[in-house]
């Protein structure tokens, strides 16, 4: 038990279907991650938000949407996405956002139609 | 800009020692980690070291830092059917808040 948790574990969706995936962290933190981890290929950092702020959008189309509510919580909205998008979806948390461990959630593993 | 390489597939037999294999290029990197991804779970961190170390020993674990070459390695003495998972090496700075991370090796431990 990591104390950072994912719903839904398993999603497929269709290319025109609205979705959200759900992390909470229980651990007291001030930063949240989301990362899209793809086959051979390297963990890709998608949002940063400190404080419920966000301090990074690296590049990502606007077909995902974040939205950090509260220190505990980040959502990952999604509309029309492309069958690349399917992938496993990452949650991690840290104490602050400069050299902390992180601490990840178990993902979920996403299928686009 | 930053990147993290390691090999995708490493077999070992049980009980033989494992040794990952990592190369980074931001030389202002402060912390190197090494995850563990489990089947079906996140990613745990295994240990890290700071860049102002050589060598850093955790029971089975062994983490040894080239700085000069920017190699990162770790060694797991002794490798079990339960360490069989993928490793992801990465690297951090002070001055910024990514961290970077390589794209997993996946151990296979035959027994």
């Known amino acids: 038990e990591t104390g950072v948790t994912q719903t839904p574990r398993h999603l497929v969706m269709g290319m025109t279907n609205k979705k959200s995936l759900k992390c909470e962290q229980h651990?007291?933190?001030?930063?949240m991650y989301w990362y899209k981890q793809s086959a051979k290929k390297p963990l890709e950092l998608m949002f940063v938000y400190s404080l419920e702020e966000r301090v990074e959008n690296n590049s990502v189309p606007s077909r995902f949407s974040p939205e950090c509510p509260n220190s505990s919580h980040l959502f990952l909205h999604l509309h029309t996405l492309q069958p690349e998008d399917s992938a496993l979806y990452l949650c991690?948390?840290?104490?602050?956002?400069?050299?902390?461990?992180?601490?990840f959630g178990p993902g979920t593993r996403l299928t686009v139609l | 800009g930053e990147d993290v390489e390691q090999s995708l597939f490493l077999s070992v037999r049980e009980g033989d020692s494992s040794v990952i294999n990592c190369t980074y290029t931001?030389?202002?990197?402060?912390?190197l980690y090494w995850y563990k991804q489990e089947p079906g779970a996140g990613l745990q961190l295994l240990t890290y070291?700071?860049?102002?170390?050589d060598m850093k020993q955790d029971q089975r674990l062994t983490v040894l830092l080239n700085k000069k070459d920017k190699h990162l390695s770790l060694r797991i003495a002794d490798t079990q059917t339960g360490d069989s998972a993928i490793y992801f090496c990465?690297?951090?700075?002070?001055?910024?808040?990514?961290?970077?991370f390589g794209a997993g090796t996946r151990l296979f431990v035959k027994a």
């Open positions: 990465a690297e951090g700075s002070t001055g910024g808040f990514k961290t970077i």
């Open positions: 070291i700071f860049s102002n170390m």
């Open positions: 651990l007291g933190h001030n930063a």
């Open positions: 991690a948390s840290s104490q602050d956002i400069v050299g902390n461990e992180q601490f």
């Open positions: 931001d030389s202002s990197s402060t912390y």
